[in-house]
């Protein structure tokens, strides 16, 4: 037969429990928020890394086909544009162009 003081401790072990388990559910929960801030704010970072770098190919792109900047601007921003991969237009017209004159700047 249960007496009042066993009563009293299953229902302190099941407040117990209960506490707990709402404690690990808070936690996996919040746990969760965390992950997706995260996740989220890499995304975002991502993003902006790519269109910083893709902000900073369109410079170089300008430099080197502005014939109203100094020669020696223009050389830099194509061998900058090449070494970070840049192709198409603008590198067939840094080789063509100025890349003679960066030989003989350097041969100077």
Sequence with gaps: MLTSETII????????VTGIVTLIVKTVKAARRGIKYFTDLRSSVDTLLEHDNNQYMAILRLT?????????????????????????????????????????????
Excluded: C, T
Excluded at 70 to 98: C, F, M, T, W
């Design 9 to 16: 401790l299953w229902g302190a072990v099941a407040g117990a």
């Design 64 to 108: 080197v086909m502005s014939e109203n900047l100094p020669l020696s601007e223009r050389i830099k921003a194509g061998q900058e544009y090449i070494d970070k991969d840049g192709n198409g237009d603008v590198k067939l017209y840094y080789e063509e162009h100025l890349k003679p004159y960066d030989k003989i700047l350097k041969g100077a």
